[in-house]
């Protein structure tokens, strides 16, 4: 069983940043693969951005060029720093680990980006 804490979500102004960080229990999270997804109000769950254990990363469509995920092992927490936020980055943000064929997830933690 893997558990998935996120923190760093909240409210932020159109062009703003955060950053948000997944800490992940077990001694192997070095072979995890790590991403992050989001749902927004009525939409259904979308890819954000993941990356490999070997630290390559895919990013959604909607975030490249603006969004950055990154992991570390020693600490054994992903992150997503999150530039040039738009309105449309609204929605709460959930941290996933795959280990095998296992998906794991966590609570979630809220973005909303408004002026």
């Known amino acids: 069983q893997v558990q998935l804490v996120e923190s760093g979500g909240g409210l932020v102004q159109p062009g703003g940043s955060l950053r948000l960080s997944c800490a992940a229990s077990?001694?192997?999270?070095?072979?995890?693969?790590m991403g992050w997804y989001r749902q927004a109000p009525g939409k259904q769950r979308e890819l954000v951005a993941i990356i490999t254990s070997g630290g390559s990363a895919i990013y959604g469509d909607p975030v490249k060029g603006r969004f950055t995920i990154s992991r570390d092992n020693a600490k054994n927490t992903v992150y997503l720093q999150m530039n040039s936020l738009k309105p449309e980055d609204t929605a709460v943000y959930y941290c996933?680990?795959?280990?095998?064929?296992?998906?794991?997830w966590g609570q979630g933690t809220q973005v909303t980006v408004s002026s």
């Open positions: 996933n680990a795959v280990v095998g064929s296992t998906h794991y």
């Open positions: 077990g001694s192997i999270f070095r072979l995890y693969g």
